[in-house]
């Protein structure tokens, strides 16, 4: 039976030696591409390169794979362009921050093209369909699925008990900081990168981490008593990587009540949720949550349970499984 032919490209976020679900896979040729790390203007000139080669091997491919909307914008606007008709999908299609003027018609011109637009919540369709003009029928749903995180522990480097919140996009962290200004009992660890910082006062009771290695990141998750997620808003699609990473790791989470997040946490089910903006309900479920080792215990099984279930790799490799299937005839 002759081999499916597949073109993955990823950002430049990912590692080099990043193979997507293949060992999933049998009787498939993966053709794997990366843009390169850059500084901020060579960056697009790296991914439109690594973009172009993937879509040179994709003239002799049957599906073509692009992660994350940037990188499906200049594979979709090259195959235009070469009248290559390779279907293409696209997963992780994600925005922090909406596009805005000229990128906006760019990205709303290319975005049409592709085949199939793959989201991690139900509340992106309805958004990028109306923001970018796509055809709902153009997208799926998936649950951002994972393995059980692997990582180097370093262990538990602070002398205390202490919480965490961990991450950079469309985070709300000057209400993070005004709750726990509040809060000067209760050490907290923040992950964060430089720009989330600017114009915010941090309080004595916070140690702020900037740009440190993954496995650090996934150490302070683990040795926390929880995790505090604060998003800008309650419409905000962004933080599925980090709760899933939470959820496997067994730390409870509390969460700004967003649509984006609702296929994953249910109040007092797989986490606690707080109002958007408000210093109030977010510092009233941190010491709640801090001062209940019951309810720690149990929003972390449940949210163990969730992941294990619903948040497993095989997301993917069902769902691409059938997108095979739906161009050549190999797969069930």
């Not at 109306?130 to 055809?135: A, E, N, S, T, V």
């Amino acid at each position: 039976m002759k081999a499916v032919k597949v073109v993955v490209i990823s950002s430049e976020h990912t590692n080099a030696t990043w193979r997507w679900i293949d060992k999933h896979f049998e009787n498939v040729d993966w053709f794997f591409y990366r843009a390169h790390p850059g500084n901020k203007f060579l960056l697009p000139f790296q991914r439109l390169f690594a973009s172009f080669q993937a879509v040179m091997q994709a003239r002799r491919s049957d599906i073509i794979v692009s992660h994350g909307p940037y990188m499906a914008f200049y594979c979709a606007v090259l195959l235009w362009c070469f009248r290559i008709r390779t279907p293409h999908i696209v997963y992780a299609f994600n925005f922090a921050e909406l596009p805005v003027g000229f990128a906006l018609k760019r990205m709303q011109f290319a975005f049409k093209k592709i085949n199939k637009l793959v989201v991690s919540s139900t509340m992106e369709i309805g958004l990028y369909s109306d923001y970018f003009k796509i055809p709902y029928e153009q997208f799926d749903f998936v649950r951002w699925g994972v393995k059980d995180p692997r990582f180097e522990d370093s262990g538990n480097t602070f002398t205390k008990n202490y919480i965490c919140a961990v991450g950079g996009n469309a985070r709300d962290y000057r209400t993070f900081m005004f709750a726990m200004k509040e809060l000067p009992e209760i050490p907290a660890v923040v992950v964060v990168r430089p720009h989330n910082l600017i114009g915010l006062e941090i309080p004595q009771n916070v140690t702020v981490l900037t740009n440190i290695p993954k496995d650090e990141a996934y150490s302070v998750i683990a040795h926390s008593q929880f995790m505090v997620l604060p998003l800008k808003s309650n419409e905000i699609p962004c933080g599925h990587v980090t709760i899933v990473v939470a959820f496997y790791l067994g730390v409870p989470i509390i969460v700004t009540d967003s649509s984006g997040i609702s296929d994953y946490v249910k109040d007092h089910e797989s986490g606690l949720l707080c109002l958007p903006g408000s210093k109030e309900s977010m510092k009233e479920k941190i010491l709640a949550l801090w001062n209940d080792p019951v309810l720690r215990n149990k929003l972390a099984q449940s949210g163990k349970a969730f992941a294990a279930l619903e948040c497993s790799e095989e997301n993917y490799v069902k769902h691409f499984k059938a997108t095979i299937a739906s161009v050549v005839e190999v797969y069930e």
